[in-house]
C-alpha cells in the first residue's frame, strides 16, 4: 500500500507542474517590472488550473506524509525522481515539447540510479 501512496505523490506532483505550465504558456510571458510582475502573478491564481495545480500540490503532500509513516526516506524519496521523466515524457504530447537525446540519456540515468538506490 505504502508503494501506492508514493505513486499518487508522483502522479499529482507531475499534474500540478503540467497543468501549471500549459496555464502559464497561454498567459503570456511575465512582465520584468515588479509591480506588473507582481500583478501578472496575482492574476494567474484566480485560474482554474493554477488552482488545481495548487490543490494537486496540497493532495501530494498528504499522500506523501502517507507513504512516510509506512516507508523509510531514504526508501521512499529516491522514487521521487520518477516526476522528472513522467513529466518531460508527458510534456511532448500535452505540451509540444521536445525530447531530445539529451533527455532521453537523463532519463536513463535517472532510472539507473533509481534502480541502484533501490537496491
Known sequence: M????????????????????????RSGPM????????????????SPLVISS??????ASL?????????ELS???PFMSLAFPLVALLSVPLLGEHFTILKGIG???ILVGLFLLSR
Open 107 to 109: 532519463t536513463g540515468f
Open 54 to 59: 495548487f490543490a494537486a500540490a496540497f493532495l
Open 75 to 77: 526508501v521512499a524519496y
Open 31 to 46: 512582465p520584468f517590472e515588479s509591480i506588473a510582475a507582481c500583478s501578472f502573478l496575482l492574476k494567474q491564481l484566480a
Open 63 to 71: 499522500t506523501w506524509m502517507a507513504a512516510l509513516t509506512r516507508m
Open 2 to 25: 505504502s508503494a501506492v501512496y508514493v505513486l499518487f505523490t508522483i502522479v499529482l506532483t507531475a499534474y500540478g507542474q503540467l497543468a501549471l505550465k500549459w496555464h502559464l504558456d
